[in-house]
């Protein structure tokens, strides 16, 4: 038989619920569903219960050997041996599901993206209206009616690093690894008390950030307010300006007028010596698309540079080059953009600097 698991959480912790399907592997027939709501609990802990009413349901339906399909990457890695569980709080889960496995001949577990699991997750999220006392619909407002985007969202929180030398300077700040000033490390500790307010994020939130020094410290004063913990992606870094690094505006037209004016005007011309902002905008696209496919349905803070969070708020608006020119990001300013799984994206927020005021 196959089961088909899910969970979510309308925030993480917050309002969660799973929901699970057995079928018959040859014919695809539905044998069994299943779904409850939790309570308050975390996307892990509903996708972990999901699995393990889905392995029940399986038994209680006759089943000899398990095709286990889930759309979450951390459950499949663990209960296949591959990831260890760090998390205190889903040892026993992955305890109770291993013992309900072991009743099995052989259970076998498959990651699928997350519109192959639609029907768990639909499921999953009536069991979290019924709980809420609803008949449909998330608790909060999202573009699903009106784009008919499907499935759970991508949540994106897009955090720029605070103030650096460079910065007060007015200087082309690419690849050069500066710190924050004092008031750069004041404006992450007013964005990370920000966020750490939020009621949909704690300490299993993911935080990914630029490897360079101004963006790790940043995530890190986040990640200290959360309880969570950092890790880097080398494709969130700015672009590299090359022989520009270190420059005004001014000082890199007058030092290369034509290559400085092609540079404005054409998104495939690179600096010297450096990137171009088409070649920017294709690797933030591929850690774009690893992100989602690693963090399905969840939320997570993107801590980067000025090009790489216009570059996503562009794939969110499916915009052209001009918006790098046209749109402002402000030194920790914070920005939101939701990514659906069938391709769909909304964009909820643009250089809110209010935690700043």
Same mark, same amino acid.
């Given at each position: 038989?196959?089961?088909?698991?899910?969970?979510?959480?309308?925030?993480?912790?917050?309002?969660?619920?799973?929901?699970?399907?057995?079928?018959?592997?040859? /014919?695809?027939?539905?044998?069994?569903?299943?779904?409850?709501?939790?309570?308050?609990?975390?996307?892990?802990?509903?996708?972990?219960?999901?699995? !393990?009413?889905?392995?029940?349901?399986?038994?209680?339906?006759?089943?000899?050997?398990?095709?286990?399909?889930?759309?979450?990457?951390?459950?499949?890695?663990?209960?296949?041996?591959?990831?260890? !569980?760090?998390?205190?709080?889903?040892?026993?889960?992955?305890?109770?599901?291993?013992?309900?496995?072991?009743?099995?001949?052989?259970?076998?577990? @498959?990651?699928?993206?997350?519109?192959?699991?639609?029907?768990?997750?639909?499921?999953?999220?009536?069991?979290?209206?019924?709980?809420?006392?609803?008949?449909?619909?998330?608790?909060?407002?999202?573009?699903?009616?009106?784009?008919?985007?499907?499935? /759970?969202?991508?949540?994106?929180?897009?955090?720029?690093?605070?103030?650096?030398?460079?910065?007060?300077?007015?200087?082309?700040?690419?690849?050069?690894?500066?710190?924050?000033?004092?008031?750069?490390?004041?404006?992450?500790?007013?964005?990370?008390?920000?966020?750490?307010?939020?009621?949909?994020?704690?300490?299993?939130?993911?935080?990914?950030?630029?490897?360079?020094?101004?963006?790790?410290?940043?995530?890190?004063?986040?990640?200290?307010?959360?309880?969570?913990?950092?890790?880097?992606?080398?494709?969130?870094?700015?672009?590299?300006?090359?022989?520009? @690094?270190?420059?005004?505006? /001014?000082?890199?037209?007058?030092?290369?007028?034509?290559?400085?004016?092609?540079?404005?005007?054409?998104?495939?011309?690179?600096?010297?010596?450096?990137?171009?902002?088409?070649?920017?905008?294709?690797?933030?696209?591929? /850690?774009?698309?690893?992100?989602?496919?690693?963090?399905?349905?969840?939320?997570?803070?993107?801590?980067?540079?000025?090009?790489?969070?216009?570059?996503?708020?562009?794939?969110?608006?499916?915009?052209?080059?001009?918006?790098?020119?046209?749109?402002?990001?402000?030194?920790?300013?914070?920005?939101?953009? @939701?990514?659906?799984?069938?391709?769909?994206?909304?964009?909820?927020?643009?250089?809110?600097?209010?935690?700043?005021?």
């Amino acid at each position: 038989m196959v089961v088909e698991a899910d969970g979510g959480s309308r925030g993480n912790p917050g309002p969660a619920g799973y929901g699970a399907v057995v079928r018959d592997a040859a /014919t695809g027939a539905v044998l069994a569903e299943r779904q409850e709501g939790l309570g308050v609990a975390t996307n892990n802990f509903a996708e972990y219960s999901g699995l !393990i009413a889905g392995l029940r349901a399986a038994a209680e339906a006759g089943a000899t050997e398990v095709d286990v399909r889930m759309d979450s990457k951390l459950v499949v890695e663990q209960m296949s041996g591959r990831w260890k !569980i760090k998390h205190e709080a889903l040892k026993p889960l992955a305890e109770q599901a291993r013992r309900l496995a072991a009743g099995f001949a052989a259970v076998r577990y @498959e990651w699928i993206p997350r519109a192959e699991n639609a029907h768990a997750d639909r499921l999953a999220n009536e069991a979290m209206d019924t709980q809420a006392g609803k008949g449909a619909g998330p608790e909060r407002t999202t573009p699903q009616k009106w784009t008919g985007a499907q499935g /759970t969202p991508t949540r994106m929180m897009l955090l720029r690093h605070g103030q650096t030398a460079m910065s007060v300077d007015r200087r082309y700040s690419g690849r050069g690894d500066v710190p924050l000033t004092e008031h750069g490390l004041q404006q992450a500790a007013a964005a990370a008390k920000r966020l750490a307010a939020l009621p949909d994020l704690g300490t299993d939130t993911a935080i990914v950030t630029s490897p360079l020094t101004r963006a790790k410290q940043t995530a890190q004063s986040v990640a200290d307010a959360l309880g969570a913990r950092v890790e880097t992606h080398p494709g969130l870094l700015e672009t590299d300006f090359g022989e520009w @690094e270190g420059l005004t505006f /001014t000082e890199a037209a007058q030092r290369d007028p034509e290559l400085h004016g092609r540079w404005l005007r054409d998104p495939s011309v690179p600096a010297p010596g450096g990137e171009s902002f088409d070649e920017v905008h294709q690797r933030v696209r591929r /850690t774009r698309d690893e992100l989602v496919e690693s963090h399905a349905g969840r939320t997570i803070i993107v801590v980067s540079h000025v090009t790489p969070i216009k570059s996503l708020l562009r794939l969110g608006l499916d915009a052209g080059p001009s918006l790098l020119f046209r749109l402002h990001l402000d030194l920790a300013s914070l920005s939101i953009v @939701e990514f659906y799984p069938d391709g769909n994206a909304s964009v909820r927020l643009v250089n809110d600097i209010s935690h700043l005021a």
